[in-house]
């Protein structure tokens, strides 16, 4: 049976400059006594800098599309060889990740490493939208983590990246990843 993967991310505006936040719940149907595992981070400021790069005020189709990256390589062991449904609240993220394109650069690299993902690992995925009220992940992209702690034998856990994409703070990796395409 497929995974079943959710995933969320929000980008406020307090005031003093954007918050963007992601999270991500994968869910085992075969070992349900397992309990969800689960993540839920504020995106650091080296990251949300290059996105906003240019003035851009708008960041919340890389903060819905993020979530589903991290998941993959932070829980990897679980991808690999196998299927997996992959519910959204972002109509427009979804289609980018059915379509594997999107014209928006930042966007672009996040599904270009997804897909890389996928067919390095041979993992079949299925992208499909779960109304906001309804996607598990809302509560740990806004690191609200309640909900999901309810369920027993629920798991929190580090994102984790890997080891080639370089050493360091999650969110410097990836901005010195994709910074790098610039180059």
């Known amino acids: 049976p497929p995974w079943g993967l959710c995933g969320d991310g929000a980008d406020e505006d307090p005031g003093s400059g954007p918050v963007v936040t992601v999270g991500a719940v994968l869910l085992d149907p075969t070992r349900p006594e397992r309990g969800p595992r689960y993540f839920g981070q504020v995106v650091g400021p080296s990251l949300v800098s290059w996105w906003a790069k240019g003035d851009k005020n708008q960041l919340i189709g890389q ?11 932070t829980w990897s062991d679980a991808f690999r060889n196998r299927r997996c449904f992959v519910f959204i609240d972002n109509n ?15 966007s672009s690299q996040i599904i270009s490493d997804v897909w890389l993902y996928d067919s390095t690992r041979g993992v079949s995925s299925w992208f ?7 996607n598990i992940a809302d ?4 690191l609200h983590f309640e909900l999901v702690d309810s369920y027993p ?9 890997p080891q080639e994409w370089g050493e ?8 010195a990843r994709w910074a790098r395409n610039f180059q």
């Open 63 to 73: 903060a819905e599309l993020l979530p589903v990256l991290l998941a993959k390589h």
């Open 168 to 175: 360091g703070n999650v969110w410097d990796v990836l901005t």
């Open 128 to 134: 499909a939208r779960v109304p906001t009220a309804s």
């Open 139 to 142: 509560g740990p992209s806004r």
């Open 92 to 106: 427009s993220a979804r289609y980018s990740l059915v379509n594997g394109y999107s014209p928006v650069l930042d």
């Open 153 to 161: 034998n629920a798991t929190r856990c580090s994102i984790q990246l």
